[in-house]
């Protein structure tokens, strides 16, 4: 099985995806500043779920996810803060919000499987 055949691997691409097209709505003047930087932090999370994936132990899988969980949670908080600075509605931001809400809960709950 690959990591691509893995659930919460598909929905951090979908949150990734989330991410871009919600960043395409946001001024031009924040290509370098948060535009970028949720970029980088969305693509972060199925990356290192990814590479924890194809490492040699449990372990090693579980320090990649609480990487993964790292850089969601970085995520979650551009995102409130571009929210706040209105660089787009609460319409578009509340989706993304929620699956990020929802993809914390997807890692916490796989770290604590793996872990017992």
């Not at 370098?32 to 194809?54: D, F, H, K």
């Amino acid at each position: 099985m690959s990591y691509r055949d893995q659930f919460i691997w598909k929905r951090g691409i979908q949150l990734s995806i989330n991410c871009y097209q919600l960043t395409e709505k946001f001024p031009k003047s924040e290509l370098y500043g948060l535009t970028s930087q949720i970029r980088r932090a969305s693509v972060s999370v199925p990356s290192n779920i990814a590479e924890g994936y194809g490492r040699r132990t449990q372990n090693e899988y579980i320090q990649f996810l609480h990487i993964a969980l790292g850089s969601l949670r970085e995520l979650d908080t551009q995102l409130i803060i571009a929210n706040k600075v209105k660089l787009a509605t609460s319409e578009l931001f509340n989706p993304v919000l929620e699956e990020v809400d929802r993809m914390q809960g997807i890692l916490v709950s796989t770290i604590q499987k793996l872990k017992s």
